[in-house]
Protein backbone atom coordinates (compact mmCIF):
# COMPACT_ATOMS: atom_id res chain seq x y z
CA UNK A 1 0.00 0.00 0.00
CA UNK A 2 1.52 3.21 -1.06
CA UNK A 3 2.43 6.01 1.60
CA UNK A 4 0.04 9.12 2.00
CA UNK A 5 1.77 12.17 0.84
CA UNK A 6 0.38 15.73 2.75
CA UNK A 7 2.41 18.47 1.30
CA UNK A 8 2.98 21.54 4.28
CA UNK A 9 3.81 24.89 3.37
CA UNK A 10 5.95 26.28 5.61
CA UNK A 11 8.03 29.85 5.82
CA UNK A 12 7.05 31.89 2.79
CA UNK A 13 7.75 29.61 0.27
CA UNK A 14 9.21 26.57 1.28
CA UNK A 15 7.53 23.16 1.43
CA UNK A 16 7.61 20.48 3.85
CA UNK A 17 6.56 16.70 3.48
CA UNK A 18 5.10 14.02 5.58
CA UNK A 19 4.80 10.65 4.51
CA UNK A 20 1.98 8.31 6.87
CA UNK A 21 1.60 4.66 6.83
CA UNK A 22 -1.54 2.62 7.98
CA UNK A 23 0.17 2.53 11.56
CA UNK A 24 -0.12 6.57 11.80
CA UNK A 25 3.34 6.22 11.43
CA UNK A 26 5.22 9.70 9.73
CA UNK A 27 8.13 10.97 8.16
CA UNK A 28 8.64 14.35 7.34
CA UNK A 29 11.52 15.38 4.43
CA UNK A 30 13.03 18.67 5.49
CA UNK A 31 11.89 20.91 8.54
CA UNK A 32 12.10 24.65 7.25
CA UNK A 33 9.30 25.11 10.49
CA UNK A 34 8.40 22.91 13.07
CA UNK A 35 4.65 24.85 14.05
CA UNK A 36 3.06 23.97 10.58
CA UNK A 37 4.41 20.18 10.64
CA UNK A 38 3.41 20.09 15.04
CA UNK A 39 0.01 21.22 13.45
CA UNK A 40 -0.61 18.61 10.93
CA UNK A 41 0.52 15.94 13.08
CA UNK A 42 -1.27 16.49 16.24
CA UNK A 43 -4.58 17.24 13.87
CA UNK A 44 -4.12 13.30 12.62
CA UNK A 45 -2.69 11.68 15.85
CA UNK A 46 0.17 11.21 13.80
CA UNK A 47 4.17 9.72 16.15
CA UNK A 48 6.92 11.30 13.85
CA UNK A 49 9.54 8.74 13.86
CA UNK A 50 11.28 9.71 10.73
CA UNK A 51 13.21 12.75 9.70
CA UNK A 52 15.25 12.75 5.95
CA UNK A 53 16.74 15.86 5.37
CA UNK A 54 18.18 16.47 1.16
CA UNK A 55 20.39 19.33 2.31
CA UNK A 56 21.92 21.65 5.01
CA UNK A 57 20.62 24.95 4.37
CA UNK A 58 18.56 26.97 6.70
CA UNK A 59 15.05 26.94 5.33
CA UNK A 60 15.44 23.06 5.46
CA UNK A 61 16.33 22.19 8.91
CA UNK A 62 15.30 25.73 11.50
CA UNK A 63 12.26 23.35 12.71
CA UNK A 64 14.05 20.34 13.47
CA UNK A 65 14.54 21.80 17.39
CA UNK A 66 10.68 22.09 17.41
CA UNK A 67 9.31 19.40 16.14
CA UNK A 68 7.44 17.32 18.25
CA UNK A 69 8.47 13.57 17.80
CA UNK A 70 8.57 9.78 19.04
CA UNK A 71 11.48 8.91 21.52
CA UNK A 72 14.82 8.64 19.65
CA UNK A 73 13.44 9.77 15.93
CA UNK A 74 15.83 8.44 12.45
CA UNK A 75 17.50 11.45 11.56
CA UNK A 76 19.10 10.57 8.05
CA UNK A 77 21.02 12.98 5.96
CA UNK A 78 24.17 12.64 3.65
CA UNK A 79 27.49 11.64 4.12
CA UNK A 80 29.05 14.51 2.33
CA UNK A 81 27.03 16.54 4.36
CA UNK A 82 27.35 15.29 7.99
CA UNK A 83 29.62 18.06 8.59
CA UNK A 84 27.37 21.18 8.00
CA UNK A 85 23.69 19.06 9.11
CA UNK A 86 22.46 18.90 12.78
CA UNK A 87 23.86 15.43 14.24
CA UNK A 88 22.41 12.42 12.55
CA UNK A 89 21.41 8.81 13.08
CA UNK A 90 22.37 7.74 9.73
CA UNK A 91 24.59 9.14 6.78
CA UNK A 92 24.08 8.26 3.59
CA UNK A 93 25.75 8.35 0.24
CA UNK A 94 24.13 7.46 -3.36
CA UNK A 95 23.35 4.03 -4.17
CA UNK A 96 22.55 2.78 -0.79
CA UNK A 97 19.20 1.87 0.01
CA UNK A 98 17.32 1.96 3.38
CA UNK A 99 13.61 1.41 4.70
CA UNK A 100 11.26 4.19 5.90
CA UNK A 101 7.78 3.49 6.99
CA UNK A 102 8.20 -0.23 6.45
CA UNK A 103 9.29 1.44 2.28
CA UNK A 104 12.09 0.44 0.63
CA UNK A 105 14.25 4.27 -0.12
CA UNK A 106 16.74 4.85 -2.29
CA UNK A 107 19.60 7.58 -2.34
CA UNK A 108 20.67 9.48 -5.10
CA UNK A 109 23.77 12.62 -4.81
CA UNK A 110 21.77 15.60 -6.54
CA UNK A 111 24.69 17.67 -6.53
CA UNK A 112 24.53 21.56 -7.57
CA UNK A 113 22.70 23.49 -5.64
CA UNK A 114 24.95 22.97 -2.62
CA UNK A 115 27.49 19.72 -2.26
CA UNK A 116 26.56 16.65 -0.38
CA UNK A 117 22.32 17.45 -1.57
CA UNK A 118 20.89 14.28 -1.71
CA UNK A 119 17.24 13.09 -2.98
CA UNK A 120 15.11 10.54 -1.92
CA UNK A 121 13.26 7.84 -3.48
CA UNK A 122 10.26 6.04 -2.83
CA UNK A 123 9.48 3.87 -5.70
CA UNK A 124 6.56 1.95 -4.27
CA UNK A 125 4.73 5.06 -3.58
CA UNK A 126 5.72 6.75 -7.07
CA UNK A 127 8.02 9.47 -5.34
CA UNK A 128 10.89 11.62 -5.61
CA UNK A 129 11.92 14.20 -3.00
CA UNK A 130 14.58 16.69 -4.43
CA UNK A 131 14.89 19.35 -2.37
CA UNK A 132 16.61 22.08 -4.54
CA UNK A 133 17.99 20.33 -7.00
CA UNK A 134 14.64 19.28 -9.68
CA UNK A 135 12.21 22.10 -8.80
CA UNK A 136 8.73 22.09 -10.25
CA UNK A 137 9.63 23.80 -13.77
CA UNK A 138 13.25 24.38 -13.20
CA UNK A 139 15.93 23.74 -10.98
CA UNK A 140 17.42 25.31 -8.18
CA UNK A 141 20.38 27.71 -8.09
CA UNK A 142 23.97 26.83 -7.95
CA UNK A 143 25.74 27.91 -4.83
CA UNK A 144 28.13 25.84 -4.72
CA UNK A 145 28.02 22.90 -7.42
CA UNK A 146 28.78 23.29 -10.92
CA UNK A 147 26.59 23.51 -14.37
CA UNK A 148 27.98 19.93 -14.81
CA UNK A 149 26.84 18.37 -11.96
CA UNK A 150 23.43 19.59 -11.77
CA UNK A 151 23.34 18.84 -15.38
CA UNK A 152 24.37 15.15 -14.22
CA UNK A 153 21.84 15.16 -11.19
CA UNK A 154 18.86 16.67 -13.32
CA UNK A 155 19.17 13.49 -15.93
CA UNK A 156 19.79 10.56 -12.93
CA UNK A 157 16.06 11.88 -11.61
CA UNK A 158 15.00 12.44 -15.44
CA UNK A 159 15.39 8.43 -15.28
CA UNK A 160 13.49 7.59 -13.24
CA UNK A 161 9.59 6.41 -14.05
CA UNK A 162 7.41 9.31 -15.88
CA UNK A 163 4.55 8.65 -13.43
CA UNK A 164 6.81 9.59 -10.36
CA UNK A 165 5.57 12.57 -8.21
CA UNK A 166 8.88 14.97 -7.80
CA UNK A 167 8.60 16.65 -4.60
CA UNK A 168 10.26 19.90 -4.53
CA UNK A 169 11.28 22.52 -1.68
CA UNK A 170 9.39 25.76 -2.47
CA UNK A 171 6.68 27.15 -4.61
CA UNK A 172 8.48 28.80 -7.14
CA UNK A 173 6.63 27.45 -9.85
CA UNK A 174 5.24 30.62 -11.43
CA UNK A 175 8.31 32.56 -11.93
CA UNK A 176 10.04 29.87 -12.96
CA UNK A 177 6.61 29.58 -15.62
CA UNK A 178 7.47 33.28 -16.75
CA UNK A 179 11.25 32.33 -17.56
CA UNK A 180 10.33 28.96 -19.48
CA UNK A 181 8.17 30.99 -21.49
CA UNK A 182 10.34 33.28 -22.14
CA UNK A 183 13.02 31.32 -23.53
CA UNK A 184 10.64 28.50 -25.25
CA UNK A 185 7.75 31.02 -26.17
CA UNK A 186 6.37 28.84 -28.63
CA UNK A 187 6.22 25.73 -27.05
CA UNK A 188 2.00 24.49 -27.00
CA UNK A 189 3.35 22.40 -23.34
CA UNK A 190 4.85 25.47 -21.52
CA UNK A 191 1.98 27.77 -22.54
CA UNK A 192 -0.72 25.78 -21.84
CA UNK A 193 1.52 24.36 -17.85
CA UNK A 194 2.19 28.19 -17.16
CA UNK A 195 -1.45 29.04 -17.27
CA UNK A 196 -2.75 26.19 -15.31
CA UNK A 197 -0.15 27.22 -12.48
CA UNK A 198 -1.11 30.76 -13.06
CA UNK A 199 -5.15 29.39 -12.11
CA UNK A 200 -3.76 26.91 -9.44
CA UNK A 201 -1.46 29.92 -7.52
CA UNK A 202 -5.05 32.62 -8.22
CA UNK A 203 -7.42 29.71 -6.71
CA UNK A 204 -4.52 29.53 -3.59
CA UNK A 205 -3.33 26.06 -3.95
CA UNK A 206 0.12 24.09 -4.56
CA UNK A 207 1.64 23.48 -7.86
CA UNK A 208 4.14 21.03 -5.79
CA UNK A 209 4.37 17.52 -5.98
CA UNK A 210 4.24 18.09 -9.93
CA UNK A 211 4.76 15.45 -12.20
CA UNK A 212 7.90 13.54 -13.63
CA UNK A 213 6.50 13.65 -17.22
CA UNK A 214 5.45 16.98 -17.27
CA UNK A 215 8.81 18.02 -16.38
CA UNK A 216 10.64 15.96 -18.73
CA UNK A 217 7.97 17.86 -20.96
CA UNK A 218 8.15 21.46 -19.85
CA UNK A 219 11.32 22.28 -17.52
CA UNK A 220 13.45 24.18 -19.99
CA UNK A 221 16.49 22.50 -17.33
CA UNK A 222 15.67 19.28 -18.11
CA UNK A 223 15.12 19.86 -22.14
CA UNK A 224 18.56 21.53 -22.30
CA UNK A 225 20.65 18.79 -24.65
CA UNK A 226 23.89 19.12 -22.90
CA UNK A 227 25.80 20.47 -19.94
CA UNK A 228 27.04 23.61 -21.90
CA UNK A 229 23.36 23.96 -23.03
CA UNK A 230 22.73 23.95 -19.51
CA UNK A 231 24.94 25.92 -17.75
CA UNK A 232 23.71 28.92 -20.65
CA UNK A 233 20.08 28.46 -19.17
CA UNK A 234 21.06 28.37 -15.86
CA UNK A 235 23.09 31.76 -16.08
CA UNK A 236 19.99 33.17 -17.93
CA UNK A 237 18.04 32.29 -15.30
CA UNK A 238 19.95 33.57 -12.56
CA UNK A 239 19.84 37.14 -14.88
CA UNK A 240 16.35 36.79 -15.72
Known sequence: MPLELITIPCLSDNYAFLLVNAAGEAALVDAPEAAPVNAVLAARGLTLTTILLTHHHWDHVEGLAGLTTAPS???????????????????????????????????????????????????????????DSLMAFGCGRLFEGTPAQMYHSLAKLAALPDETLVCSGHEYTASNARFASAVMPDTSAISARSAETDRLRSAGQFTIPSTLALEKATNPFLLAPDAGSFAKLRAQKDDF
Open 73 to 131: PRLIGAQADAHRLPPLTEALSEGERITVLGEEVDIYDVSGHTVGHIAFHFPASGLVFTG
